[in-house]
Nanobody, 122 residues
Framework: QVQLVESGGGLVQPGGSLRVSCAASGSIFGIGLMAWYRQEPGKQRELVAGITSSGNTNYADSKKGRFTISRDNAKNTVHLQMNSLKPEDTAVYYC????????????????WGQGTQVTVSS
């Protein structure tokens, strides 16, 4: 089994910064894409940013220039640095990873963290 545990959410004022992190643990023989998604109440989960194992990144248009995704392959972690936060950034942020759980198989399985609340408010 694989667990993704997020940390670092909380309350921040508009214009402030916050860094959320996610650590993967368990039966891991490789991690492909890692990403952050967000979800507001009553809305669908949407991609915030993704990063491949080689470091290629992509961002939602509304987050470009303010958010930075990074990962540490040796530690199986992914981070999201969020700057110039706006009230509309408020959501539960979920970590996602494609994980290879068998040394003899090339199949990757999708895993999600439990989510961490980010609230931007004065």
């Amino acid at each position: 089994q694989v667990q993704l545990v997020e940390s670092g959410g909380g309350l921040v004022q508009p214009g402030g910064s916050l860094r959320v992190s996610c650590a993967a643990s368990g039966s891991i023989f490789g991690i492909g894409l890692m990403a952050w998604y967000r979800q507001e109440p009553g809305k669908q989960r949407e991609l915030v940013a993704g990063i491949t194992s080689s470091g290629n990144t992509n961002y939602a248009d509304s987050k470009k220039g303010r958010f930075t995704i990074s990962r540490d392959n040796a530690k199986n972690t992914v981070h999201l640095q969020m700057n110039s936060l706006k009230p509309e950034d408020t959501a539960v942020y979920y970590c996602h990873a494609d994980v290879r759980t068998n040394a003899h198989s090339s199949t990757y399985f999708r895993y999600w963290g439990q989510g961490t609340q980010v609230t931007v408010s004065s």
